[in-house]
């Protein structure tokens, strides 16, 4: 089983800046993409960052500039950096991993951590 961690999450004024993180623990062999959604009320699931194994990324245009996604292979770890916060960014923050499994047949694996609140507000 594979667990994912999230935290970060929090309560900043328009312009601010927070960093999430999201650890995964388990039985991981390897790790292939990472990302981050969220989820505004009312609203469906949306793609803010992706990153590829090979270190590519991909941005939801209405955070290109202002997020950033990176990750430590070594700590199984993805962050989201994010500056110059709008009130449109509120929304719960969800981590996304992929990759394979320990054993002998490598199954792949595609977990989600429970969500990190963020709200922008003054």
């Known amino acids: 089983q594979v667990q994912l961690v999230e935290s970060g999450g929090g309560l900043v004024q328009p312009g601010g800046s927070l960093r999430l993180s999201c650890a995964a623990s388990?039985?991981?062999?390897?790790?292939?993409?990472m990302g981050w959604y969220r989820q505004a009320p009312g609203k469906q699931r949306e793609l803010v960052a992706t990153?590829?194994?090979?270190?590519?990324?991909n941005y939801a245009d209405s955070v290109k500039g202002r997020f950033t996604i990176s990750r430590d292979n070594a700590k199984n770890t993805v962050y989201l950096q994010m500056n110059s916060l709008k009130p449109e960014d509120t929304a719960v923050y969800l981590c996304n991993i992929q990759g394979k499994m320990v054993g002998l047949l490598l199954r792949s694996f595609d977990a989600w951590g429970q969500g990190t609140q963020v709200t922008v507000s003054s």
């Open positions: 990153m590829t194994g090979d270190f590519e990324t």
């Open positions: 388990g039985s991981i062999f390897s790790i292939r993409g």
